[in-house]
């Protein structure tokens, strides 16, 4: 599933292609993704020129001079395909640019979405009215976080992927953040020292700077056939390595916590 770090890199590699070009055609191919797409998306963003490209949590935004916001979520398994050789049944949106590019957003399993806001409106879109500051930016510091975790009992791991509290953080990447800034993943939040939560507040946007630039590593090659944005091999201190020795000399576990599976090291992680 592509987390904050994949959309942003999929933000950049899209930039490359589409700032400042005329869009000469987008077309959806499907009525709906996970919800409707607005049926006059493809008219309304025929002819303009992309001026901005920006995302929000998990969200990709393309703004056009005309005032409106392309909204796009990747959902479980989307992408987008630079000048792919030929269109599948599971591109559902395209678009040309005036300098002979073709993009196809491709979503197998369709848990994405496509939306148009009016760009003046996005800060007061439903779907971003209710989501807390980005993880990069500054507004996360530990004061922050002891305010929001204040007399909270739930796991500290829980309220960090409620997005009310910090928008598009996403399971690998809280795993990640707790073990650098050494908290047990199960410990009520309200619990957790100021000072591991300073920790933490600085952990968290550096696991995701760092996967930020894995990515964007990969973009070279964007205008390559069939380029895929987006996704990348990634490697991680706990993510996936249950079993695995810890740095510490302890042992990586794994316990599923919200339905969701949570990697830690109980040995140095309190
Ligand atoms: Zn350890």
Redesign the pocket.
């Known amino acids: 599933m592509p987390e904050l770090p994949e959309v942003e890199t999929t933000v950049r590699g899209l930039e490359r292609v589409l700032l400042g070009r005329r869009l000469t055609e987008v077309t959806p191919r499907r009525a709906d993704l996970r919800r409707a797409i607005p049926q006059d998306l493809g008219q309304r963003l025929t002819g303009a020129r992309v001026v901005r490209l920006h995302r929000r949590a998990k969200y990709g935004l393309v703004d056009s001079d005309r005032g409106d916001t392309l909204v796009f979520h990747l959902g479980m398994s989307g992408r987008w395909r630079i000048d792919p050789g030929e269109i599948g049944a599971h591109d559902h949106l395209i678009i040309a640019t005036d300098d002979g590019h073709r993009l196809a957003l491709n979503d197998p399993r369709r848990f994405g979405s496509l939306d148009l806001v009016r760009t003046e409106g996005l800060a007061v879109w439903p779907a971003f009215m209710a989501i807390g500051p980005e993880p990069l930016g500054g507004a996360v510091t530990g004061k922050w976080l002891k305010e929001r975790f204040a007399g909270r009992v739930a796991a500290v791991k829980l309220l960090l992927l409620d997005q009310r509290i910090v928008a598009g953080l996403g399971n690998i990447y809280v795993c990640e953040a707790l073990f650098r800034a050494r908290i047990d993943p199960r410990k009520a939040a309200g619990r957790v020292s100021r000072v591991r939560l300073d920790a933490l507040a600085a952990a968290i946007p550096a696991v995701l700077e760092e996967a930020i630039a894995a990515g964007g590593s990969t973009l070279r090659d964007f205008a390559a056939p069939d380029g895929d944005l987006g996704y990348f091999s990634k490697t991680f201190d706990v993510y996936g390595r249950e079993g695995k020795s ?5 042992v990586v576990k794994r316990i599923v916590q919200g339905g969701r599976s949570t990697f830690f ?1 109980p ?3 309190r």
């Not at 810890?246 to 302890?250: N, S, T, Y």
Request: hydrophobic share 0%.
């Open positions: 810890c740095g510490c000399g302890g090291c040995n140095c992680q």
